[in-house]
């Protein structure tokens, strides 16, 4: 008796066995929505061995990169859609896409698709790569507070437009990474609570208006770019871990803000805008800037002691209206980058340290209603570019390409490899001849 329930004990275990060593079956809602994508593009307007719209079941065992499973080959893990310049993907992606529940990696590149992907129940998100798609329509403010696990945000080159939530930089903890370029965004939402990314970059929009003080609860970062944009005014803000802060290509006209709490800041770009009112003091104070870029504007007054600036190597502020006494004190260091032309200041004997090898004084003095010149001698500064090598600016940062960690970035398509499938027909002809002797 013992005997004939421990084969038969033995005989339902292999028969599980084999059960599991059948296709893996995808989840009947993921199911759905590779068949609406089907409908949507057609076998023909997606990349060949991609998906098998006959059989859309089989795509965990068809082990392609572009649709990568997760481990219980019940849902799926990755998506990579490579339109490959637009030749596959044209439309509109379906509102099932949103069953992808499970998903952690989502790359839409080059394709025709003209709407968002509905991803606000995607909670296992971890990156989204969205770049060179005709996206239009806005960006859903609620679906980002859903995504607790996002780290990198990718939004590229769309046509997608109205404001950019603050839940894309606060409804993750584990932000890192938020890159929306070349887009048609217009504003900006006020941030609610601190925001933990560390690189935010939004050049090349459309942003108006002032950047939102709230913005100093991006207490992590350390770059914002909000260059190239259509900006008129910057909030009072405080970034005590910002390097670089890129505002340049804007329409920027009002009085800067006062740029205290800034101790960290190594290069600020306030380039080709037409910024009025005086220079701020505090960014003389800053012993880790290294380059200064106010070209364009139309600052006046008097320039405070920048000798707490030890580190400039860049100081660019030509075609600003600054005049009366030059600090003392070296400002650029000798084989620095200086250019003060359209400026007239009064100097001291010591001004062709001011701005080193480019800089020299002649005996008419510039006049300064608002200065007193008494301690100056009667010279002026005047900027002799023939004086100076050319220096290259530093690069501006573009921001990182996205890339698309652990899987390859590059989608392979290929004949469906499907070892369980292979397998299957060897285990059923066990579990039967175990059954075979289980009844003799």
Partial sequence: MVAVVIRACIFVTLLAICCNAQNNILNAAEQQALNDMCTAFGQSGMPPGFLNCANVSDVCDRNISALHCSGSFTSMDDIIMDGQNGQYFR??????????????????????????????????????????????????????????????????????????????????????????????????????????????????????????????????????????????????????????LLLANNLITAQLPTFTGFTSMTKLDLNNNSITGTFPPALGTYAKLAYLDLTGSHLSGTLPSLAAAAALRVILMDGNQFCGCFPSGAVV??????????????????????????????????????????????????????????????????????????????????????????????????????????MA
């Fill in 91 to 244: 439309g509109t992606l379906p509102a099932t896409f949103g069953n992808f529940f499970g998903l952690k990696f989502l790359q839409i590149k080059n394709t025709g698709i003209t709407n968002m992907p509905a991803i606000g129940k995607m909670k296992q998100l971890i990156f989204l790569s969205i770049d060179s798609s005709p996206m239009t329509g806005t960006l859903d403010g609620a679906a980002f507070v859903n995504l607790t696990s996002l780290i990198s945000i990718y939004i590229l080159n769309t046509s997608l437009s109205g404001t950019i939530p603050g839940s894309v930089f606060t409804g993750s903890p584990s932000i890192s990474i938020v890159q929306i370029q070349n887009n048609l965004f217009t504003d900006l939402q006020a941030l609610t609570k601190p925001s933990h990314a560390n690189q935010v970059y939004l050049k090349n929009n459309q942003i108006g208006g002032t950047v939102p003080a709230s913005f100093s609860q991006l207490v992590n970062v350390t770059v914002l770019d909000l260059s190239r944009n259509l900006l008129t005014g910057v909030g009072t803000l405080s970034m005590p871990n910002v390097l670089s």
């Fill in 333 to 438: 260091a000798s084989g620095g980058n200086c250019n003060l032309a359209g400026s007239t200041f009064c100097c001291s004997n010591n001004a062709p340290n001011v701005c080193a090898d480019a800089w020299a004084c002649d005996p008419t003095c510039g006049s300064c209603a608002s200065s007193n010149c008494t301690s100056c001698a009667a010279v002026t500064c005047t900027y002799d570019p023939n004086k100076l090598p050319p220096q290259p600016n530093p690069p501006t940062p573009t921001g990182p390409q996205p890339t698309f960690p652990p899987r390859t970035p590059t989608p392979t398509y290929g004949p469906p490899k499907t070892p369980a499938t292979l397998l299957a027909p060897v285990l059923h002809l066990i579990v039967a001849a175990l059954a075979f002797i289980c």
